[in-house]
């Protein structure tokens, strides 16, 4: 019978945002692994939930509207960066790795490098692209 289920695997990312240095000859990576479609759901509903109350409540200005989207952007990419990211060699400038499971953390990212890991983790769960057909099988990815 053919498998359906999504494996716990990793696959690493050169981060072309995050060049060597003179003391390691290796760029920025991180290892990442795709939302199960429970993750997916749970993240969706989420999201669905906050802007269901945004809509809901009434005489809201458009200010506090925009604010609130922009919320519910900021933690659905906390939520998929503390389930994508299973490690990565990225620190801060004292050389300390960061805690990316801490939405503070994630914060203090160059907006490049943040970018770069978002469009990676949005590729790599891009569950309604043609090419991403569940091949999830044979290469156990």
Wanted: charged share 30%; hydrophobic share 35%; glycine share 4%.
């Amino acid at each position: 019978m053919p498998r359906a289920t999504v494996l716990k695997s990793t696959e690493r990312y050169s981060l072309k945002t995050v060049l060597p240095d003179e003391l390691d000859s290796e760029g920025g990576w991180v290892d990442l692994r795709r939302l199960s479609f429970r993750e997916k759901l749970e993240k969706d509903a989420e999201a669905m939930k906050m802007r269901f109350d945004m809509n809901s409540s009434n005489g809201k200005s458009t200010d506090n509207i925009n604010a609130e989207i922009a919320m519910i952007n900021v933690h659905a990419t906390s939520l998929e960066f503390v389930r994508c990211i299973v490690d990565h060699n990225l620190t801060d400038e004292n050389g300390v790795k960061l805690n990316l499971r801490d939405p503070m953390q994630i914060g203090l990212l160059d907006p490049r490098v943040g970018a770069e890991i978002q469009e990676l983790i949005a590729t790599m769960n891009d569950f309604e692209s043609e090419s991403k057909r569940s091949v999830v099988d044979a290469e156990g990815k």
